[in-house]
Every structure is written in structure tokens, then in C-alpha cells.
């Protein structure tokens, strides 16, 4: 199995200048713990994760100043559509990261998470009964 058959094709990614308040907004929908970022041609250049703004508030910045080009990780962990999804549990075990962005030539095109991978393997045993 490869990125490409398990990937989020829908994919939320911040801007270099979305503000810190915004991030926290959408980090707190409970739909993400991280988002790419993205230069304004579509490249991942980064990722912002929830430990990302607690490090800004500990460091005493204010989340309606601060941007996300100053508080992500840069140089993430990307994997390219053709990535196996045995190479990219390796790296998320590896380096501790809950998800990876999938590239093509560097620009996102989607989103890989450990639930995405555990999803494409379990069959769950279960039933869903409606009663009157």
C-alpha cells in the first residue's frame, strides 16, 4: 500500500502569515493537532502543531502577534505519494510525529495520520442497529 491510497486528499494548511490566534482556532476544532504550511505556491515549508503555540505563549509571545513562519518546525518530515506505508510508519515512529504531509514536487497534496494508516488496516467488528 502507498501514500497515494490512503492519503487525505482534503487537506487544511496554514500560510506563512496566518497569526497564531487563527492557528489555535483551528487547532482547537478537534479536527487537528498540526497543520502544514505552505509558501504561497502550494510548497510545505513547514508544520505547526499544538506544542508549536504552547512554546510561543511559554515564551511569553502574544498568539495575536505571533505568525506561523516564526513559531512551526521547519524542514518537515514530507513523504511523496509513492512512499510505502511501511516507510512511512518507520518515520513516524522514528521521529515521534503524528502526521506527515504527502508531496508531489514539493507542494502539498495531501495529508497522511497514524489514524489514516490504522483506518486502511482494521475492519472493525462492529454493527450499527437502529431501533424504533
Do not use: H, W
Amino acid at each position: 500500500m502507498l501514500a497515494k491510497d490512503i492519503m487525505n486528499k482534503i487537506v487544511t494548511a496554514a500560510k506563512r502569515k496566518t497569526i497564531g490566534r487563527d492557528l489555535a482556532v483551528k487547532l482547537l476544532s478537534g479536527m487537528y493537532s498540526g497543520l502544514p504550511v505552505v509558501d504561497d505556491n502550494g510548497k510545505v515549508i513547514g508544520v505547526v502543531s499544538e506544542f508549536d503555540l504552547l512554546k510561543a505563549i511559554r515564551g511569553g509571545k502574544a498568539l495575536e502577534q505571533v505568525k506561523a513562519e516564526d513559531i512551526m518546525s521547519k524542514n518537515p518530515i514530507c513523504v511523496s505519494e509513492d512512499t510505502s506505508v511501511e516507510e512511512i510508519i518507520d518515520l513516524m515512529i522514528k521521529n515521534n510525529v503524528i502526521r506527515v504531509p504527502v508531496v508531489r514536487n514539493g507542494n502539498l497534496v495531501g495529508v497522511i495520520s497514524r489514524c489514516d494508516i490504522l483506518s486502511s488496516i482494521v475492519e472493525p467488528e462492529f454493527i450499527t442497529v437502529y431501533a424504533d
